[in-house]
């Protein structure tokens, strides 16, 4: 099931004007003390920049900018902010076609994840992976990138590994390095899972696939139980897509059976592929676009539709599980 990842990690600290900073917000005060004299500087320099922001963080910026807020360029975060693989590709298509005008853009992005020990997945730790990879795949567009995350918002721990994915820190004595942080390839590393929870006793859907040619009826099966649960059609076709790429990959790169297992939690509908192979997926697969339009993409296509995609490979099986929150996927269907 696995596909050949890539090594060799880009150091973003090699790198000339690339920069992946965060700034942790600690309240009004943060915003006004640090993010506001930060943007005056960039203003006055002539460094365009382009504010992905909530609305109470854009409210600060242009009270305490006035008429200098104007030039700065806004985009609304629900156009980049949504399931997590898409944001990712969003900001990659973004800076790669400021790279091919030769006008590089600070980008202050806010993501606006709260963390919820009670939800079906941990979005947070997912998005935290994407974090780390924008330090290999956004480093070659040499453009500075500042994320806010909010403290009130999270854990502890999730604020330690905030700056573990982020070179640069944005403080009251301006950008320092973070001590902390790691590798983009160690970070993900260190979040494999040895295994993933088992699925529940019963199941909506329990398929064994055997080879290419029952691939078409476990589609139409994964379809049913989509729409039962009151996915659009739109919707439907994309977890059908996601849930065909793992299944395909299962008996490409891995050993059948592929066993496919539904179900649903709260609003979320869960599919969790596995196959026989005990092929280890490299922790990076998926995080980066095919080379080529012929070349593989099963788990970039299947992180771009899903919400959250984890692997895990344990006792000799591969699973990929992914998650499919009602109101995070029916929010933007219009994915290409």
Not at 107 to 119: K, M, Q, T, W
Not at 181 to 207: E, G, H, K, W
Not at 301 to 316: E, F, I
Request: glycine share 8%; hydrophobic share 40%; with cysteine.
């Amino acid at each position: 099931m696995g596909e050949a990842g890539v090594t060799g990690a880009v150091d973003h600290r090699g790198q000339r004007r690339f920069r992946h900073g965060v700034l942790i917000v600690d309240g009004q005060h943060t915003i006004e003390r640090r993010l506001v004299p930060s943007l005056r500087r960039d203003i006055t320099a002539g460094q365009a920049v382009f504010m992905v922001v909530g609305a109470d963080t854009a409210r600060i910026v242009r009270d305490r900018l006035g008429d200098d807020a104007d030039t700065l360029q806004w985009a609304p975060v629900d156009g980049f902010y949504q399931r997590l693989g898409f944001s990712y590709r969003s900001f990659d298509r973004y800076l790669r076609d400021q790279h091919d005008r030769q006008q590089p853009i600070h980008i202050v992005a806010e993501p606006g994840l709260v963390s919820d020990p009670r939800a079906p997945v941990d979005r947070v730790a997912a998005f935290l992976n994407y974090e780390a990879m924008a330090n290999d795949r956004y480093a070659r567009y040499g453009s500075p990138i500042t994320c806010l995350w909010h403290r009130e918002h999270h854990p502890a721990w999730v604020i330690d590994d905030v700056r573990k994915v982020h070179g640069q820190e944005l403080t009251a004595r301006g950008d320092i390095d973070n001590p902390s942080y790691i590798a983009p390839a160690a970070y993900l590393n260190a979040r494999v899972p040895a295994s993933l929870p088992a699925p529940p006793p019963v199941t909506d859907l329990d398929l064994t696939v055997w080879d290419f040619a029952e691939v078409a009826a476990c589609r139409a099966a994964v379809a049913r139980w989509a729409s039962h649960h009151d996915f659009v059609p739109a919707a439907v076709r994309q977890v059908v897509a996601a849930g065909n790429e793992a299944v395909t990959n299962g008996l490409q790169h891995g050993q059948a059976p592929v066993q496919v297992r539904a179900w649903r939690r709260d609003t979320t509908l869960i599919l969790d592929i596995e196959d026989h192979g005990g092929q280890p997926i490299p922790a990076d697969a998926g995080y980066r676009p095919p080379a080529t339009l012929a070349g593989p993409a099963g788990l970039w296509v299947a992180r771009q539709l899903a919400d959250v995609l984890l692997t895990s490979t344990h006792h000799g099986r591969t699973t990929v599980r992914m998650y499919f929150p009602h109101a995070v996927i029916h929010s933007n269907l219009d994915i290409p």
